[in-house]
Every structure is written in C-alpha cells, then in structure tokens.
C-alpha cells in the first residue's frame, strides 16, 4: 500500500497532535510540518522526524493530503490554495469564519474531486460511536459544554469554540432541516461571547436545548436524548453511556421500575480516529465521516446563532 504523503500546517497545541498522528499511521508519511513560529516547527519536527517548514507553499508539490490546523481566520485561504493543488483537506473546525468561505470550499474541493473533512472531533467519540443501534428518533436533546476560560480560543466566540461541537452532533442525530431557533448569550471575559444558549426547533418536531460556556467553575461535555423509548445520557467527557428504558411488556419488574443499562468505555483516541478516516477516505475514494457540507450546516447554524444573540444585544 502506498503511504499517503501528509504534512500539518499550524504545529501549536491542537497541530502537534496531527503531526503525530501522521508520523505513527502506516498509512501515512507525514513529510513536513509547517509553522510561523520557529520554535513550534523545529520542536515538532524533530518530535516526528520530517522537515519543519516556514512557508506551506513551498510544499505544495510534495504532498498528497494536509492537515490544517491554524487560527480559524488561516482556515480558507490555506484550504483554498491547497484544494487548487490538488490536495486532500482536513480543517480543524469551525470550517472557516464565513459562510461564503465554507460554501467555496465545498464547491472547490467538489470540482477539484478532493477529500474535504471536517474536524468535527466528537464524531469519533467513544461513547457517541457506541450509539449506532441504541438510536431511534430522539424528540428532545439537552446539550451542556462547560469549560474554564481560557485566552487560547478566544480567536472565535464560544459559539464557533465550543457550542459548534454540540450543533454537528446534534444535527447529525436529528437529521433534519432546522425550523426556528431562539438563543441568547453574553460576553463576560472577552471581545466576543462567552456564554450562550440556543433552543432549536426542527422540521421533524424535535428541540434541541444547547447551552456552552467558556467561564466556567467545572469542564463538562454532556449531551442527553429523549426519545419514544428510552432517555439516552452521554457523558462526552468521562465516555459513560447511560440508557434508561421502560421494560416491556410483560417483563418481571415491579411496577414503576425502569431499566438502567450504564456503560463505560475507554477514552480512546478520537483524534487517531479522525485521521485514519480521512486515510481512508482518500485511499478508497469514498466520502469522509464529517463533509465539507456538513461543516457548512454547522457554520451556518453557528452564525444565526451568534447573529442572533447580537441583534438582542443592539436593541
């Protein structure tokens, strides 16, 4: 099997991990990773054993796939050049800062016949991959993504920072176009929001209530479903899967008891997992968990969202 020619662009915090991740695959040759800082490129590179780079133009020709890992405002004109090369493209998320942006790049990477994934991480999240089978319609979703602020981030609102990991998940469970949304929101520590809460009504009856912030005392990740059967609690952090079912008929359970199966998986490796389905993607030509379109619907929902708790703040 040919090794798929990688590098990672943005080799900071989040960008480092990538670059490892292409250095240990078998599937992958990770031939540079490039950075504006010196010190982020040449620590990463001798970390992995391939090229530290400046400049991402300089080489374009050499690889076959990128990882783009930068500050969201980088995300489409990087994107962009490197779909026009002829390159496979992860993007960290939000996909870029504007729809215009995302639609483009979706457009691109269609007329070039190029992998565009999205890195929407808590697709691949033990505890959300073990739904498969347990999943019905779900009729109410709570969401809750608290964390302690932090000045890393704040590039973005909490928004397009946290609150987008839930909207991607949600809408993936739905599936369905969204009807209305009410939100609200307020900036505590910095420029942009901090804390927001969204109420999204879908076409099909289903509501979503998800809340995120950025200035919290605690860290928690947790997403909870309602549906005709069962109440589904999942612990996105601690990778705990909780089902509560009524038994059925004609069980022998006293009356009033539900029933409570918990599960409780390892953390894994959810970003081991992104990359080697974006592999995978490229080497049998088939299309990535997390679309390009789906980046967009996300950002898309992002922004009305923002949009909206702006305009409340102006009146």
Do not use: W
């Amino acid at each position: 099997m040919q090794k798929v020619r990688t590098a990672v662009i943005g080799v900071g915090y989040l960008g480092r991990f990538h670059a490892q991740k292409y250095a240990s695959s078998p599937a992958a040759e990770l031939v540079a990773v490039v950075d504006a800082s010196a010190g982020n490129r040449e620590q990463v590179a001798a970390e992995t054993g391939c090229r530290a780079v400046a400049d991402y133009r300089d080489i374009l020709g050499e690889i076959d796939a990128v990882s783009i890992v930068t500050p969201t405002p980088l995300h489409y004109p990087i994107a962009q050049q490197c779909l026009e090369h002829g390159l496979h493209v992860l993007v960290e998320k939000p996909i870029t800062t504007t729809l215009e942006e995302a639609r483009s790049l979706v457009d691109t990477a269609a007329r070039v016949g190029r992998v565009l994934q999205v890195g929407h991480l808590e697709r691949f999240n033990a505890a959300i991959l073990a739904l498969a089978g347990t999943l019905g319609t779900p009729r109410f979703v709570e969401s809750h993504r608290l964390a302690p602020f932090k000045e890393r981030g704040t590039d973005v609102n909490v928004v397009l920072d946290l609150m987008i990991h839930d909207i991607d998940l949600i809408q993936s469970l739905v599936g369905a176009p969204i009807a209305s949304i009410d939100a609200v929101g307020a900036s505590v520590f910095s420029a942009g929001l901090d804390i927001a809460n969204a109420r999204i009504r879908y076409a099909n009856g289903c509501v979503a209530n998800t809340t995120a912030s950025r200035v919290s005392m605690k860290m928690e990740r947790k997403l909870r479903v309602f549906q005709d059967d069962a109440y589904i609690s999942i612990d996105l952090q601690q990778k705990v899967l909780t089902i509560v079912r009524k038994p059925p008929a004609g069980a022998d359970v006293p009356k009033g008891q539900v029933l409570i199966e918990e599960r409780t998986y390892d953390q894994g490796d959810a970003l081991k997992l992104e990359i080697e389905a974006f592999l995978r993607s490229i080497r049998e030509g088939t299309p990535p968990v997390v679309t390009g379109e789906d980046g967009l619907r996300a950002l898309e929902t992002a922004t009305k969202i923002t949009q909206m708790v702006q305009d409340d703040a102006r009146q």
